[in-house]
């Protein structure tokens, strides 16, 4: 699971690579397309000034001229609208894939405080065995220091009897 997540951030990560440099020539190219639908605005306004025809009227010719100007306006137009939904759907990826890793990175996050927990329980218990060790020696010490006065205490009590009957055997 943790392999097919990997691969596919670092898919993500190439995709949105790639398309921040579409984005790029996608800004490039809108600069050139708003600049051409300019030119031909310019000159659809200047073709509805044209009066060719007889009595100082408006031809066919006028008209059919006016006419291929808007319709190629109109195609740069949906040139323009086709730019700017890839750029509305790199967007809405980018806020998609910004999603999906702070899900992760919140996956991650709980991951480490679920850790950082039982690491701060097995601490408490090592600590714990720390003092129930220590409080082990001290009795042991203890212990054996009783234990040598115990013996101290019986061999002099022995050598005193042991001198005393000496002592006695001697006057008998």
């Known amino acids: 699971m943790k392999?097919?997540?990997v691969i596919l951030l670092l898919l993500l990560a190439t995709i949105a690579q790639g398309n921040a440099t579409y984005s790029a020539?996608?800004?490039q190219q809108m600069q050139l397309l708003l600049q051409?639908?300019?030119d031909r605005f310019e000159k659809y306004s200047n073709s509805l000034g044209e009066k060719t025809g007889f009595f100082g009227?408006?031809?066919k010719k006028d008209l059919q001229s006016s006419q291929k100007i808007l319709v190629e306006i109109v195609r740069l137009d949906n040139q323009?609208?086709?730019i700017l939904n890839r750029q509305l759907d790199f967007k809405d990826f980018q806020k998609t894939e910004m999603t999906y890793q702070s899900?992760?990175?919140s996956n991650k996050a709980d991951q480490l405080?679920?850790?950082?927990q039982a690491s701060k329980k097995e601490v408490f218990r090592l600590a714990s065995q720390q003092q129930e060790l220590k409080s082990a020696i001290q009795q042991r010490d203890l212990l054996l220091t009783f234990e040598t006065l115990i013996s101290l205490l019986s061999i002099l009590i022995a050598i005193y009897f042991y001198k005393k009957s000496r002592r006695g055997q001697i006057a008998v």
């Open 25 to 27: 020539s996608d800004k």
């Open 103 to 105: 899900l992760d990175e």
């Open 36 to 38: 051409e639908r300019k």
């Open 80 to 82: 323009l609208i086709s």
């Open 57 to 59: 009227g408006k031809s």
């Open 3 to 5: 392999k097919a997540t």
């Open 113 to 116: 405080s679920i850790q950082l």
